[in-house]
């Protein structure tokens, strides 16, 4: 007798994976931890400048080193800018501004040609561009000290603006021939067919499409310019030392250092960097971001 199987399957409660909270917050705390471990150790020098401009120079010089100042106070601030500290901005301002001004006009150019047209001794030419930047600053000193003697600029703002405009030009041409790469050819074609030149198509057309990288490049060229010590220091005397050179000089006495002046003037000079950094946030991001689009 046939017998017959009355057992049914009984379908398991599936369960659905449900992500721990506890999991969850583990890893925001680990990124936060990360974060905060980056930052502490990228301005821990700022950080560190700014509390030792706050302190007095017996806590300067105290060992173990004092990490926190007793009596926070402004005078080092005071006596910073007793000294020269006014003109050393003045001549890092004229110094930046005209050697950047000079990058970007060359830089600009140079990006288009390499980016857009053909030429004969074109690879040549760029890889000549490039190997400015392979040559260490130090290398350069004598021979630099060498040439800007004979053009009679030792002891002028011409002796920086020159080495700073040309060393400028690696970096400003990468940069500028990824943002001109992105602008499709379409563009530069249909303006030629309406009848413009390639000049009056770089100008009318290309370059407005470039403002962000143009401007973002500008800022990298003068910040680094702004910092620059080694050739301030070897080219320029006392009428025109930057202010790289001229927070030494006047931080410093003929035995020692006041190292709170040295902090007071750092973070005096490094201010106006971080207010043109926030001001510009925005159209800085937007043209890092804006060369590793493809239209």
């Known amino acids: 007798m046939a017998t017959i199987n009355t057992?049914?399957?009984?379908?398991?409660?599936?369960?659905?994976?449900?992500?721990?909270?506890?999991?969850?917050i583990s890893g925001y705390t680990l990124l936060y931890i990360v974060l905060a471990i980056i930052f502490l150790v990228q301005f821990f020098p700022l950080i560190w400048a700014l509390l030792t401009s706050?302190?007095?120079?017996?806590?300067?010089?105290?060992?173990?080193?004092?990490?926190?100042?007793?009596?926070?106070?402004?005078?080092?601030?005071?006596?910073?800018?007793?000294?020269?500290?006014?003109?050393?901005?003045?001549?890092?301002?004229?110094?930046?501004?005209?050697?950047?001004?000079?990058t970007m006009v060359l830089a600009t150019l140079a990006a288009y040609a390499f980016a857009r047209l053909r030429f004969r001794y074109k690879t040549l030419l760029f890889i000549f561009v490039l190997s400015l930047s392979l040559f260490p600053p130090l290398a350069q000193v004598i021979p630099l000290y060498q040439i800007l003697q004979s053009l009679h600029l030792i002891g002028t703002l011409g002796a920086i603006i020159l080495p700073y405009s040309v060393f400028g030009l690696p970096l400003a041409v990468l940069t500028l021939m990824a943002f001109f790469q992105d602008v499709p050819l379409e563009f530069e074609e249909a303006a030629m067919v309406d009848g413009m030149r390639h000049v009056q198509a770089f100008l009318r057309i290309i370059l407005p499409m470039t403002i962000p990288g143009l401007f973002t490049t500008a800022v990298i060229v003068f910040v680094n310019d702004w910092n620059e010590y080694l050739f301030a220091l070897n080219y320029t005397t006392t009428n025109t030392y930057t202010l790289p050179v001229g927070i030494v000089t006047i931080s410093q006495t003929e035995f020692t250092t006041n190292f709170g002046i040295l902090s007071a003037a750092t973070i005096m000079s490094v201010v106006p960097l971080v207010i043109l950094i926030l001001l510009l946030e925005r159209r800085i991001v937007s043209g890092l971001t804006a060369g590793g689009l493809k239209g």
Request: hydrophobic share 40%.
């Open 54 to 102: 706050l302190m007095t120079p017996q806590e300067t010089t105290t060992i173990p080193a004092t990490l926190l100042p007793a009596h926070p106070a402004l005078t080092t601030y005071r006596q910073a800018l007793q000294g020269d500290i006014g003109r050393y901005y003045l001549n890092s301002v004229i110094a930046s501004l005209v050697s950047t001004l000079v």
């Open 7 to 24: 057992s049914m399957a009984i379908p398991r409660a599936t369960t659905k994976h449900v992500q721990s909270p506890f999991k969850r």
